[in-house]
């Protein structure tokens, strides 16, 4: 076990050296690797599943995205900023990870922000929201998990009729004052419950502009618009 950890570290010091920096400002970093920021490794067969996306027949994937190389930068809660080019978000962990090969990937900790794909993600109470409105009294969150559909069975011959599949769950939150989370669904009473201070306003600003509060898109400018009474 010592071996292979070892073999795995400096893996890990060769393959992300290319992909990761310190952001200007913070200082230089030479052979940048994921424990410098920490965290630990896991194989992808760890659990349950793998976390392959044809494993068993299963559909879907377990990753909130589809690549690993879109642009990201991690800020850690000790105030230390990496550009990192190898970043994808688990579903199923609820954690941040980097792929080290085919068969391991690095799970990060103590990250306090996160930007990839132009999606900013912060973490509160260990718990990883992407941010959707602007900062304002009442901030709208997202929190991303993963559950497994069980497959559809011929309950005479026991044939698969439907595959399993890994579906993407959505949970949405907001945000009073910077602090106190309300978890929300994105109904009109549920989201105007919290707009009681400018409910008038708000009411015509939703008439005016036509907007529905089922729409994520709407409801973020429906928030915005009431962060600016």
Do not use: C
């Amino acid at each position: 076990m010592k071996k292979l950890t070892i073999v795995m570290t400096l893996t890990l010091a060769f393959t992300t050296a290319a992909f990761a920096q310190q952001v200007p400002g913070g200082g230089s970093v030479i052979n940048f690797n994921p424990q410098m920021v920490g965290g630990s490794f896991q194989g992808t067969d760890h659990g349950s599943f793998k976390k392959n996306d044809a494993f068993n027949g299963i559909e879907g994937s377990f990753y909130l995205y589809k690549i690993w190389n879109f642009p990201a930068v991690i800020e850690t809660e000790n105030g230390k900023t990496f550009k990192i080019n190898n970043l994808n978000y688990d579903l199923d962990e609820e954690k941040f990870l980097s792929k080290i090969s085919n068969d391991s990937v690095y799970f990060y900790e103590n990250l306090k922000r996160i930007v990839i794909n132009k999606d900013e993600f912060t973490q509160i109470d260990g718990n990883y929201y992407q941010k959707l409105s602007a900062k304002g009294n009442l901030t709208l969150l997202k929190k991303y998990s993963g559950k497994l559909k069980k497959p559809v069975l011929n309950k005479m011959t026991n044939q698969v009729l439907k595959p399993a599949k890994y579906l993407k769950v959505e949970t949405y939150f907001v945000a009073v004052d910077g602090d106190k989370l309300i978890e929300v669904s994105l109904k009109k009473s549920k989201i105007m419950k919290l707009m009681a201070a400018h409910k008038k306003e708000i009411k015509t600003f939703v008439k005016t502009h036509r907007l529905s509060f089922k729409k994520e898109a709407d409801v973020i400018k429906i928030i915005n618009h009431y962060n600016s009474l």
